[in-house]
């Protein structure tokens, strides 16, 4: 099983962050993080990365469903949305696959949440690309 969904788009990147933003709102994602990573890297170890930004998104309603199907679920919430430069005109945007929660956990009770995530974030990506 792969442990992540991903598009790539031929827009610079901080067209597409502000997209991504957008396009997970569209599908009821709230963003409780934003993790600028190249920055902190270049801050404490002196990496020199492209630019790249972590959005800890939420659905609120799944992550109840989530976690009343699974207390321990807290660990792999919220689903981390990696919005990351290869090059000027070129973004990648990568998500956890909700689907990893089910195969991770063995408890096939966070199957329809992790369904119903999924189908909104494959949406998010696919509205990127549109």
């Known amino acids: 099983m792969t442990y992540a969904l991903s598009t790539t788009v031929s827009t610079p990147f901080a067209d ?36 790249q930004v972590i959005l800890g998104a939420c659905r609120p309603p799944l992550a109840l469903a989530a976690v009343q199907a699974e207390p321990s679920i807290g660990v792999l919430l919220p689903c981390n949305v990696v919005v990351r430069a290869v090059d000027e005109r070129t973004t990648v945007v990568e998500a956890m696959d909700p689907q990893a929660m089910v195969s991770v956990t063995g408890n096939d009770r966070l199957a329809d949440v992790a369904a119903d995530a999924r189908d909104r974030i494959t949406a998010a990506l696919n509205a990127l690309t549109a």
């Open 16 to 51: 597409t962050l502000q997209a991504t933003w957008s396009a997970l709102a569209d599908q009821g994602f709230g963003v409780l993080t934003e993790i600028d990573l190249a920055a902190t890297l270049a801050a404490k170890v002196g990496a020199d990365l492209p630019p």
